[in-house]
């Protein structure tokens, strides 16, 4: 998708236009991007993504998206105000970041939980569930199944402010660090060091692949360590699938159908349009609030 600004078309999350707006540093938003002659994104995201950033044109704003480091919105301004809000989530996270609302003419926004059975709790109560249950797991080694960008961070953090040392995986590292020169500390032991050896000796909290962290990986890790293994999945999507995992936590960096429905309405635009994810449910709800949907 691209929108028209001052200067020449904008590809929203993609590597089309005279320039290429890249929300955040998740593998989906970069097809594309890294051919693109002129990009826009944060600078913390240029750095994870591996891109160099351009001026902003004019007429261009960015603004703080929540949903990882760096993630930003873009607003425009030619004749009219047009916001794109990439993946989003407007609660404060452990890290301080949420996204701001925007009032804008048209938005573009993403609609990734947009069906009404998708409903988070707090994120300040699932913090506190998560903490609560390694505390209660002190004893034995707790697996959270967690990307390596976004959902690591803040896992790591969590566990941080138990004053626990979790254990990652290497293929984290370039992230983490990205987070730690733009002044997020996060403690933590790399797999294969020196430090991940000697915590692994007794109970530990580790963070690896979404795939890996199930309880038939827990039980063969039991037989190898001889001690207790409980898997926790951390995820949005908790509400809807099954997840072969001891715990669920609905920890999710997007915001629910009922986020995105109060973006829009703070947002007031005269017409709006639900990229990735499942739309017919908020189409649906516009519709009763008389604001155009755009196609």
Same mark, same amino acid.
């Given at each position: 998708m691209r929108v028209a600004s001052k200067e020449g078309e904008i590809g929203l999350d993609n590597g089309k236009g005279d320039y290429s707006f890249l929300s955040h540093a998740h593998g989906d938003h970069l097809r594309g991007i890294k051919k693109a002659k002129n990009i826009l994104s944060s600078d913390e995201t240029a750095e994870m993504a591996g891109v160099k950033n351009s001026g902003l044109p004019k007429g261009i704003k960015l603004h703080d998206a929540g949903h990882i480091l760096g993630a930003r919105q873009i607003a425009i301004e /030619? $004749?009219?105000k047009t916001v794109y809000t990439g993946d989003f989530r407007t609660e404060k996270d452990i890290f301080g970041h949420k996204a701001e609302i925007i009032e804008c003419d048209e938005l573009i926004i993403e609609a990734t939980y947009g069906n009404p059975a998708?409903?988070?709790?707090?994120?300040?109560?699932v913090y506190s569930g998560m903490q609560d249950f390694i505390r209660k797991n002190k004893n034995n080694i707790v697996l959270f199944g967690a990307y390596s960008l976004g959902k690591t961070q803040e896992i790591i953090k969590i566990v /941080? =402010?138990? $004053?626990g040392v979790p254990v990652v995986e290497e293929n984290s590292e370039r992230f983490n660090r990205v987070y730690e020169k733009f002044g997020k500390k996060l403690e933590r032991a790399v797999i294969g060091s020196e430090k991940a050896e000697e915590a692994m000796k007794g109970p530990f909290v580790g963070i690896i692949k979404p795939n890996l962290a199930k309880k038939t990986f827990g039980s063969k890790l039991e037989g190898a360590f001889g001690r207790k293994v409980v898997t926790a999945a951390a995820s949005g999507w908790v509400q809807r699938y099954r997840f072969n995992t001891d715990v669920l936590f609905p920890l999710s960096d997007h915001e629910d159908f009922y986020g995105i429905i109060e973006y829009i309405r703070e947002a007031n635009p005269k017409k709006v349009r639900f990229v990735? $994810? =499942?739309k017919k449910h908020l189409e649906n709800e516009m519709s009763k609030e008389g604001i155009e949907v755009m196609k």
């Open positions: /030619n $004749g009219k998708f409903r988070f709790p707090a994120l300040d109560d /941080n =402010e138990v $004053g990735h $994810g =499942e």
